[in-house]
């Protein structure tokens, strides 16, 4: 009896294609080319660039970088620091566990594109490239021989097979790619903490540095470095790495993270950064409580600025002002309790009659309630309503808090550092955040939040499995509004006032939905630090940027639609959204192998 045995192998998958530099250099010659672009380009920015001070940032000082070359400076050093590891120099190694080239090349495109920004600047506003000075021009050829080395480099995977022959776009795109670093060796405790701690130092200077820029010309250039780095360092590997130490020893992430934040009104000497700081906490802590309801259940909540505006007025009513129409005045504990209770029953009471909808039927209810509660704030005004919220004009006038004597509102002298206004209530919606932030892990690793995430993939299959469904979704429902005003009872505070017009679906202003919601998304929905991060970026840009409002949702739809195409999954993403939106190789179906000599088989059954 002759055996037949199936041998044929699916390669379609298997990544095997030799790959060429995206310009033909010899590789020793390309690395060498780097590293002296890099090297130029980082001695110019010890020259001056202009001749006038017209130009803000001190470019005119030979032997002081300042400005957009310090930007400069710190790109061309990590340009040159990733490619002189690849040389095996001993002690730089470990830079790059994953990819070897392309953080080089990532890198080398962040100082182009920085060096390139401040020359077309520089020449935009003063005249003409008349007023570039030499050492402008020793950091621009210095990056562009940078970018062409870098491109002449081996790339760290091969191409795909399905596509061995790409074009220059594609090889582009190849070049950017890199591997999944190796798992690390096992260190001592104490090393892996002092790494996490590190970690997260530099992470808060990073901040504290783009939050602090002064005008926008160097903050336009910080988030270009700032980008190509921060994917450069996630190519290199090292992001993977210290998330696997976080994932290690969690606790101790959560508790440098929140050092560090505490830190982080202390790093700043102007009140107004310190402000955007609190409003950022807010923005985040709300957008959190929002990924309770579309990242842990999938509801789609377009209305949820609604719940930050029931706490904000809950509490401006009982704050104390003259102008509120109720005239009374809650302790800070009360006021928060009052505000946090307000927002569950509304919750509750929009929740158990529209949760019975799914998808865009929910979507649009819930956008309705949004607009229903601005509408009705308008109308409590004595004339269309009873007068209760005071309509358009809001309740203003809103006191400062005083905890236990501490009164928020007045500086106060810590460590021999003022601490102002605006960081007293940055560190008390930090508490805020971090209160929020362990109701969210907890929630999520609880039984209720397994069954959340069974109803967001399949509500049908969760309730075949016995899942309320109903009851589970009003239970996000009531949890998020919570939340939302819990950060609205601070609110009231920080801004002194509440107007209707602050809790809009969209505008140029946030926070309101649909800023919530793209923070959400942005950020990576169903994880703890994505919509932390994704909140930051939607607060801090345009805060920065205010000479580009006009524009702000023009740009806003861009910057979705990009990501979108190129992250589906938000820029933190938990496993099982990268599974879901990236090909892994594997099948979702298993090969049907022939069984083993001697293995008993089960019989297909008739139809």
């Given at each position: ?147 062409i080395g870098a491109l002449g ?120 950064f310190a402000l955007i700081g ?237 800023f919530l919601l793209a923070a ?88």
């Open positions: 009896m002759t055996k037949t045995t199936d041998t044929t192998v699916d390669t379609t998958k298997v990544s095997t294609a030799p790959a060429t530099p995206v310009v033909p250099l010899p590789s020793a010659a390309a690395r060498a080319l780097t590293v002296a672009g890099s090297a130029v380009a980082l001695a110019g920015t010890f020259l001056a660039w202009t001749w006038t001070e017209e130009f803000p940032g001190k470019l005119t000082i030979t032997g002081y970088p300042g400005g957009l070359q310090v930007l400069t400076l710190v790109g061309a050093l990590l340009t040159l620091l990733f490619a002189v590891s690849g040389y095996g120099v001993k002690g730089l190694r470990w830079l790059t566990p994953g990819g070897t080239n392309s953080p080089v090349v990532l890198s080398a495109l962040g100082v182009l594109g920085t060096t390139g920004y401040a020359l077309g600047a520089i020449s935009y506003e003063l005249g003409g490239l008349v007023n570039l000075e030499p050492g402008a021009w020793i950091s621009g050829v210095g990056a562009l021989v940078a970018v480099l081996p790339v760290d995977q091969p191409y795909d097979a399905s596509d061995p022959n790409p074009g220059l776009w594609g090889r582009i795109r190849h070049a950017l790619t890199a591997p999944e670093p190796p798992r690390a060796k096992e260190l001592p405790s104490w090393a892996e903490i002092l790494i996490i701690a590190a970690g997260f130092g530099v992470g808060l200077y990073v901040f504290a540095y783009g939050i602090g820029t002064e005008y926008s010309e160097l903050f336009i250039g910080f988030l270009i470095v700032a980008g190509f780095g921060f994917t450069a360092v996630t190519r290199a590997g090292l992001l993977k790495r210290l998330s696997a130490l976080t994932a290690k020893h969690r606790n101790v992430a959560l508790a440098a993270a929140f050092v560090a934040a505490i830190c982080f009104p202390f790093t700043q000497t102007n009140d107004q609190a409003n950022i906490l807010i923005f985040a802590t709300v957008a959190l409580g929002l990924n309770v309801v579309v990242g842990l259940a999938g509801l789609l909540d377009l209305g949820y600025v609604a719940f930050l505006g029931v706490g904000a007025y809950a509490a401006a009513l009982v704050s104390g002002s003259p102008q509120s129409t109720i005239g009374v005045h809650f302790p800070f504990w009360a006021a928060v309790l009052t505000g946090a209770l307000a927002s569950l029953v509304f919750g509750v009471v929009i929740g158990a009659p529209t949760l019975r909808l799914r998808g865009d039927y929910l979507a649009i209810v819930t956008l309705g309630f949004g607009e229903i509660f601005r509408i009705t704030m308008n109308n409590l005004n004595g004339n269309s309503g009873p007068d209760v919220t005071n309509g358009s004009n809001g309740i203003p006038n809103i006191p400062d808090l005083e905890i236990f004597g501490f009164n928020l509102g007045l500086p106060h002298n810590v460590l021999g550092h003022e601490l102002t206004r605006s960081g007293n209530y940055y560190l008390l919606m930090l508490v805020f955040t971090a209160v929020v932030v362990l109701v969210f892990r907890r929630s999520a690793e609880s039984r209720i939040g397994r069954a959340w995430v069974a109803i967001r993939e399949d509500e049908t299959a969760a309730t075949a499995m016995g899942i309320n469904g109903f009851r589970l979704k009003l239970l996000a429902f009531a949890l998020g509004a919570c939340l939302a005003g819990l950060a609205g009872t601070v609110q009231a505070h920080v801004s002194y006032s509440v107007t209707p017009e602050q809790y809009q679906f969209a505008g140029s202003v946030p926070p309101n939905s649909a959400v998304i942005l950020g990576g929905m169903g994880t703890i630090s994505g919509p932390l991060i994704g909140a930051a970026l939607l607060y801090l840009i345009p805060a920065k940027l205010q000479f580009m409002a006009e524009y702000q949702l023009l740009l806003f739809g861009i910057a979705l639609m990009l990501l979108m195409r190129f992250r589906p999954e938000g820029l933190v993403a938990d496993r099982r959204k990268q599974l879901e939106f990236h090909e892994t190789g594997q099948l979702d179906v298993p090969d049907d192998k022939p069984l083993p000599d001697g293995a008993t088989g089960v019989a297909k059954a008739g139809a």
